[in-house]
């Protein structure tokens, strides 16, 4: 079957626009080749010297010969982001999240993908088990790295049981496969109690720790428990004690690989620690941060960062006060920074909320899940001060909306406060108090 791409726009000064083409024009082949989706575009277009065939919304076609500099961009962009469908997730899996969301919501919320693709553009997950030899072969063809696995467990049998999936286990072969062609990957394990830890947990760490160095990392992460998990896996939460037995596991690993092949390369999720009240580990440990996405070591590269802009900035007495809203994992962190800085800025008053999260339930400890309902709920009527500061994970991807469709707007109103969105860097929330862009370094 051909495939055709209808183009949605052209970058103005482009390749493309120079070569006057236009929204609604279609491309049929690039050097002779059918173009199936984004990874077969991408990988011809690379080349310098380029052939491409045009169907004019009248039905003319143009080809198109085209000289340029190697990876120069053409400057089209498609009306499929993958030049293709999305792919769905064919899972079950017994720790989905999206399973555990209440109705009513947007529905693109509920929209479970498993989209090797999406792991290269966007960084997400995927469990293999959607993806056709074919998939493996043109990954290895066009050496497409690194590409994000959640293997959730080696045992076969068990990973079947917990995707509901009767060839979620030899799925995992696909994975020696990339191995043997060379392709980078990071893994992740979504930890439930009970069934993938303990043991099962030592068997997978053994196991994956075979495809180092192509397997750079794995990242182990507590399993999300919503309030809405009625007629689903009977999953349970861990405990303080539960969480020090996971670190130690991995602790032990992490030394052990350390010593044999220079990488740490399993690493826990910054939940673990909080929860079994331990330090967060020092930097190095985390091997250069492949996996903050999936937080991993997120709340030490904040404490890091804060702490060398700390003492860049020489403070003052100007008097200003702010608020903070934040999940139950970073208050802590997010406290301490504000004590610290109330000792530089000497007229500055930071009141820092810890917001609970009744919209999933109060298992869910991250800023990101928190909904503009919540934080209007249990943050009005207190004192805000000038401006409240929130985290930008708050927040839909590019826009100011809320996972519960909340506005930034309809915030404000209901608030009657001004609002700042802080991006990640402890370096910027230095900044978002002080209102400034660290005119008082030294």
Not at 197 to 205: A, M, N, P, T, Y
Not at 317 to 335: C, Q
Request: glycine share 8%.
């Amino acid at each position: 079957m051909k495939h055709e791409h209808i183009i949605k726009s052209v970058l103005p000064g482009s390749i493309a626009a120079e070569l006057e083409l236009e929204q609604g024009d279609c491309l049929l082949s690039v050097n002779g080749k059918d173009i199936e989706d984004v990874f077969d575009y991408h990988f011809y277009v690379n080349d310098e010297y380029l052939t491409l065939l045009i169907r004019k919304p009248d039905g003319e076609e143009w080809e198109l010969e085209i000289e340029k500099d190697y990876e120069e961009d053409l400057g089209i962009e498609f009306e499929q982001g993958l030049m293709d469908e999305y792919r769905s997730c064919r899972n079950k899996c017994m720790f989905c999240f999206i399973d555990q969301m209440p109705e009513g919501m947007r529905e693109t919320l509920y929209f479970k993908d498993d989209d090797s693709r999406l792991s290269f553009l966007q960084g997400n997950y995927v469990t293999l088990t959607n993806m056709s030899d074919h998939d493996i072969d043109r990954i290895i063809q066009y050496h497409l790295e690194p590409i994000n696995i959640s293997f959730h467990t080696t045992n076969p049998e068990l990973r079947c049981r917990m995707l509901h999936n009767r060839f979620a286990g030899e799925a995992l072969g696909k994975a020696e496969k990339l191995y043997e062609g060379g392709i980078r990957m990071n893994g992740q394990i979504v930890l439930c109690k009970g069934v993938n830890d303990g043991e099962e947990l030592v068997r997978s760490i053994r196991d994956m720790s075979r495809y180092i160095p192509y397997l750079e990392s794995v990242s182990v992460v507590p399993v999300g428990l919503t309030k809405y998990r009625e007629g689903l896996y009977p999953l349970e939460p861990f405990t303080k004690e539960d969480a020090r037995e996971v670190l130690s596991v991995i602790h032990e690993w992490q030394d052990r690989l350390y010593r044999e092949r220079g990488t740490h390369f399993i690493h826990g999720g910054d939940e673990w620690y909080i929860l079994a009240e331990e330090e967060i580990p020092q930097r190095d440990t985390y091997d250069g941060y492949l996996q903050l996405e999936n937080g991993v070591g997120m709340l030490r590269l904040l404490v890091d960062e804060f702490e060398e802009a700390y003492q860049e900035v020489s403070g003052d007495d100007m008097p200003r006060e702010v608020s903070i809203a934040t999940g139950k994992l970073a208050h802590p962190y997010i406290e301490r920074f504000a004590e610290r800085l109330m000792e530089k800025y000497t007229g500055t008053t930071i009141h820092v909320y810890c917001i609970r999260n009744d919209f999933f339930g109060e298992l869910i400890t991250v800023s990101g899940l928190i909904t503009g309902r919540d934080l209007i709920s249990q943050l009005k009527g207190k004192p805000l001060g000038g401006r409240l500061l929130l985290p930008c994970n708050m927040f839909r991807s590019g826009e100011t909306v809320f996972l519960d469709d909340i506005t930034l707007a309809e915030l404000n109103e209901a608030l009657q406060v001004d609002t700042d969105i802080v991006k990640s860097s402890g370096r910027d929330f230095i900044d978002a108090v002080a209102g400034q862009d660290y005119q008082n370094r030294r």
